[in-house]
């Protein structure tokens, strides 16, 4: 059973997807933790740095993300990635229902969602 009353995993903290504004918002769950933990894994366990978790409203809104951006909720996470379109797949073979996956040029967003949402 998860260690959902922990606030680590083996590799992050949820000290570290905290809003990069310095405001000191941080929604995130742990098990956002644990996804980008199996992230890490898929990208040949390399040291994954969370580039972007929780965001507050005005930090979202400064960076352009989505209004109803599930990062404003403390649900999802952006990892920099040896191969975006690899883990992407990857991770759509494994999430079929639900769980948000974005694609980008250096990066992948994934996010805690019940529902699936792909981009």
């Known amino acids: 059973?998860?260690?959902?009353?922990?606030?680590?995993?083996?590799h992050y903290k949820l000290e570290e997807f905290a809003c990069k504004c310095g405001c000191g918002t941080n929604l995130a769950r742990i098990e956002l933790l644990y996804l980008c933990e199996l992230v890490?894994?898929?990208?040949?366990?390399?040291p994954l740095p969370v580039s972007s978790g929780t965001r507050c409203a005005k930090y979202n809104a400064k960076v352009g993300g989505a209004p109803k951006s599930k990062h404003v909720l403390?649900?999802?996470?952006?990892?920099?990635?040896?191969?975006?379109?690899?883990?992407?797949?990857?991770?759509?073979?494994?999430?079929?229902?639900?769980?948000?996956?974005?694609?980008?040029?250096?990066?992948?967003?994934?996010?805690?969602?019940?529902?699936?949402?792909?981009?």
């Open 1 to 10: 059973m998860w260690g959902l009353m922990s606030t680590s995993t083996e």
């Open 40 to 46: 890490r894994e898929l990208n040949g366990g390399k």
């Open 74 to 119: 403390g649900l999802a996470a952006d990892l920099p990635v040896d191969d975006p379109s690899y883990i992407y797949k990857r991770l759509e073979e494994i999430f079929i229902y639900s769980h948000g996956l974005g694609k980008y040029t250096n990066f992948i967003h994934v996010d805690i969602r019940d529902t699936k949402a792909r981009w």
